[in-house]
């Protein structure tokens, strides 16, 4: 895959000193989204001069937990960036009906450019009938029918963040993306399909693997590009990838140690790669990114709506 030049995330070799080996090249999804977020908030200052600021309103359903610190980091990027961002939580009773109105009344908001509901919702509503009472061009989670069909044709549209996040942390590398041979591990609506659809129209040659692929490695050893994204430790060890691969880990989950870490038995994969490999850390890579690519989604709606 030729030699590799640092990527602009700040990526970076390791030496072992114990046996003197160098790992791969660390892709800083931290780094790489400052960069991006610096880019973003010039865009929106550009449009508030208008009188246009960029407007994202976050619906929280419930307590869960994690979507209250995720929901959280959202509105927090969006208020340093200069995006203007409305924050309406509700308790877990509340009703489906009740919330389809809210999002019509913000659908026809003209200070709201993109609308997001966090996931999980409570048991009673309806995911899908959530995402589609959403306006097509606020939809700045990807999510809809209509986005979802406007990837699968090529047509420009707003994409899932996560994998537009994860084409950025892979084109950082300065790698050639056309002609490599990419394996998505995952087949999910939010991650594995549109990541596959991304990769395909950045002309990757793209395997998609799943719990139903019989010998998962034999795939992913002759992988250019592994993205990881099944939700499960451990799915992609060392003797799993090819020296020189970039690998992006989207998994998000706790060890033993109730530590965080992703799908990738990160330090030694990190070795196997050698020191013309790529890998993305858990934390510290894809989450920052889908984050960003959330303000850019949101800032993109804002220009076309303007």
Do not use: W
């Amino acid at each position: 895959m030729g030699s590799p030049e640092p990527p602009p995330g700040g990526g970076s070799s390791q030496f072992d000193e114990k046996d003197g080996r160098v790992t791969a090249q660390l892709i800083d999804g931290l780094a790489l989204s400052r960069q991006i977020r610096a880019e973003v908030g010039a865009r929106a200052a550009a449009l508030a001069a208008r009188g246009r600021p960029p407007g994202l309103a976050v619906i929280l359903v419930g307590d869960d937990p994690a979507s209250a610190v995720y929901v959280r980091n959202k509105v927090k990027a969006c208020h340093e960036h200069g995006l203007h961002s409305v924050l309406e939580q509700y308790d877990a009773t509340l009703p489906q009906a009740t919330l389809l109105e809210r999002i019509a009344a913000l659908n026809a908001d003209p200070a709201i450019h993109g609308i997001l509901v966090q996931m999980p919702l409570p048991r009673h509503i309806d995911p899908q009938q959530v995402i589609a009472a959403i306006a097509a061009h606020k939809d700045v989670d990807g999510f809809s029918v209509l986005s979802a069909g406007e990837l699968m044709t090529g047509l420009p549209g707003l994409r899932p963040a996560t994998p537009y996040g994860c084409m950025k942390m892979i084109e950082s590398t300065g790698r050639a993306i056309p002609g490599r041979h990419a394996v998505v591990i995952g087949r999910s609506n939010t991650v594995g399909k549109p990541m596959a659809l991304l990769l395909l129209q950045a002309n990757a040659t793209v395997t998609v693997c799943h719990s139903a692929t019989p010998d998962l490695a034999v795939h992913t050893r002759q992988a250019d590009i592994v993205v990881a994204a099944v939700g499960r430790r451990n799915t992609l060890t060392a003797g799993m990838v090819k020296p020189g691969a970039i690998v992006i880990d989207v998994g998000m989950n706790r060890n033993d140690a109730g530590k965080l870490c992703g799908d990738v038995d990160f330090d030694a994969v990190r070795e196997a790669l050698g020191p013309a490999g790529f890998i993305t850390p858990v934390p510290g890579g894809v989450g920052p990114m889908t984050i960003t690519m959330l303000l850019v989604n949101t800032l993109q709606a804002a220009e076309t709506q303007a």
